[in-house]
């Protein structure tokens, strides 16, 4: 049984950092190319960034490029989001996923998040 939890989420000021954590199991880990994606009220899902199996290659959506970082700890089932420079359009429950891909292109899509994830984490960044 796969088992995704995310934390760290928490209420930020604009321009603030936060971290996000999330843990894996019941998943081949360091097979699973992992990503974060986000959902805001009344708003699409949104893929925000992915990692592939070796943490050497990451994507990130447009909106969140320069100021996310994603990264992975194989040996923990562990993925990291810390987050910089936050905005108020940041505001969203944020979940780590199983992604299908992890390219420029794919990183666009919502058929990129694949079939697992946890309870998500919100964040929320005031103006």
């Known amino acids: 049984q796969v088992q995704v939890a995310e934390s760290g989420g928490g209420f930020v000021q604009t321009g603030g950092s936060l971290s996000l954590s999330c843990t894996v199991s019941g998943l081949i880990f360091e097979d699973t190319i992992m990503g974060w994606f986000r959902q805001a009220p009344g708003k699409e899902r949104e893929p925000v960034s992915c990692?592939?199996?070796?943490?050497?290659?990451?994507n990130y959506a447009d909106s969140v490029k320069g100021r996310f970082t994603i990264s992975r700890d194989n040996a923990k089932n562990m993925i990291y989001l810390q987050m910089n420079s936050l905005k108020p359009e940041d505001t969203a429950m944020y979940y780590c996923?199983?992604?299908?891909?992890?390219?420029?292109?794919?990183?666009?899509?919502?058929?990129?998040?694949?079939?697992?994830w946890g309870q998500g984490t919100q964040v929320t960044v005031s103006s």
């Open positions: 996923a199983k992604f299908w891909s992890c390219g420029p292109e794919a990183i666009k899509r919502l058929t990129t998040i694949g079939p697992y």
């Open positions: 990692i592939d199996w070796y943490g050497r290659g990451a």
